[in-house]
């Protein structure tokens, strides 16, 4: 990897901290979704950088486009702040964070290294799909090629279950105008009593 | 120059980030985060020269629609504080207020 990279690396690896640590010291569940959305963003173009586009696709998608919305539906639903509480030092629950931090930092320096050719994903069948993926299927992403085109049955048949179980809750919670007659005495009722 | 205009659009991005984290309002905080998302498109498409891979532009598209779907979503909440009422004024049975 070389320096620009790692600078990119850098500098949006430091973003991600600066706005995670204000998602937690912040009060305003607004501005919490709206920072939401901008991390998983930001984390999405982190994956791009690291080569991992389908990732970053999916984190874009759900994490700034649905969860947003999810997370403002949500807030409908309760205060437009969190309560503030005064700051309590756990020992214990920082003693466990950190050690938790630091058994996983040494579990990562077992592993390859990005993109390490003798990496045990990369020697065996890895291998083989990285060098027939071109001639059998033509798709320039390995990884969409595995996806869409070897498995491409079993991903269809997830494609199926996933479409079942999203017209299934929308049957359950109901959308359009049904909900909208239903929900909008119950609005009124709350907008009278604030 | 495609160095010079990444790392410009980083320090473009961390200033808009100090305004997404200090705004005095929300909807300082709401545009923040909209040219957040902007911005973060043109990284993308920079990203992908910058590191000699053009091959995945499309993904910027997407980031686009997402930023706009989601900054209408936001909008539409501060608005109607729902996201069921049709963007369209139509005449319902129970009007409003």
Same mark, same amino acid.
């Given at each position: 990897m070389d320096l620009g990279t790692s600078l990119i690396n850098v500098a949006l690896l430091a973003m991600l901290f600066v706005v995670a640590v204000a998602i937690i010291r912040m009060r305003s569940l607004f501005a919490i979704v709206m920072l939401a959305g901008a991390y998983s963003l930001l984390s999405a173009t982190w994956f791009v950088v690291l080569d991992a586009v389908d990732v970053a696709f999916t984190e874009a998608a759900v994490g700034a486009g649905i969860s947003t919305a999810l997370m403002l539906g949500a807030m409908l639903l309760t205060s437009r702040t969190a309560k503030s509480e005064r700051a309590i030092l756990g020992v214990v629950p920082f003693l466990v964070c950190v050690l938790t931090g630091a058994v996983l930092i040494y579990a990562t320096i077992d592993l390859p290294a990005?993109?390490? +050719? +003798?990496?045990a994903a990369n020697s065996h069948v890895g291998a083989q799909y990285l060098e027939r993926v071109q001639a059998d299927?033509?798709?320039?992403?390995v990884v969409t090629a595995v996806l869409a085109s070897y498995r491409g049955f079993d991903t269809l048949g997830e494609t199926c279950v996933i479409f079942a179980a999203g017209v299934a809750v929308v049957l359950l919670l109901g959308f359009g105008e049904r909900s909208l007659s239903a929900r909008s005495d119950k609005g009124r009722s709350r907008k009278e009593s604030k | 120059m495609i160095g010079v205009s990444v790392i410009a659009l980083t320090i473009a991005l961390a200033l808009t980030l100090l305004r997404a984290l200090m705004g005095p309002t929300l909807y300082d905080q709401v545009l923040a985060v909209n040219s957040f998302g902007t911005k973060t498109v043109l990284l993308l498409g920079m990203l992908g020269f910058f590191m000699g891979r053009? @091959? &995945?532009? @499309?993904l910027a598209i997407l980031y686009a629609l997402i930023n706009f779907v989601a900054t209408i979503a936001v909008l539409k909440f501060v608005r109607?504080?729902? &996201?069921?009422?049709?963007l369209v004024r139509k005449d319902r049975k129970k009007g409003e207020g």
């Amino acid at each position: 990897m070389d320096l620009g990279t790692s600078l990119i690396n850098v500098a949006l690896l430091a973003m991600l901290f600066v706005v995670a640590v204000a998602i937690i010291r912040m009060r305003s569940l607004f501005a919490i979704v709206m920072l939401a959305g901008a991390y998983s963003l930001l984390s999405a173009t982190w994956f791009v950088v690291l080569d991992a586009v389908d990732v970053a696709f999916t984190e874009a998608a759900v994490g700034a486009g649905i969860s947003t919305a999810l997370m403002l539906g949500a807030m409908l639903l309760t205060s437009r702040t969190a309560k503030s509480e005064r700051a309590i030092l756990g020992v214990v629950p920082f003693l466990v964070c950190v050690l938790t931090g630091a058994v996983l930092i040494y579990a990562t320096i077992d592993l390859p290294a990005l993109g390490d +050719a +003798a990496s045990a994903a990369n020697s065996h069948v890895g291998a083989q799909y990285l060098e027939r993926v071109q001639a059998d299927t033509g798709v320039p992403n390995v990884v969409t090629a595995v996806l869409a085109s070897y498995r491409g049955f079993d991903t269809l048949g997830e494609t199926c279950v996933i479409f079942a179980a999203g017209v299934a809750v929308v049957l359950l919670l109901g959308f359009g105008e049904r909900s909208l007659s239903a929900r909008s005495d119950k609005g009124r009722s709350r907008k009278e009593s604030k | 120059m495609i160095g010079v205009s990444v790392i410009a659009l980083t320090i473009a991005l961390a200033l808009t980030l100090l305004r997404a984290l200090m705004g005095p309002t929300l909807y300082d905080q709401v545009l923040a985060v909209n040219s957040f998302g902007t911005k973060t498109v043109l990284l993308l498409g920079m990203l992908g020269f910058f590191m000699g891979r053009p @091959d &995945f532009l @499309d993904l910027a598209i997407l980031y686009a629609l997402i930023n706009f779907v989601a900054t209408i979503a936001v909008l539409k909440f501060v608005r109607y504080r729902s &996201f069921q009422v049709t963007l369209v004024r139509k005449d319902r049975k129970k009007g409003e207020g």
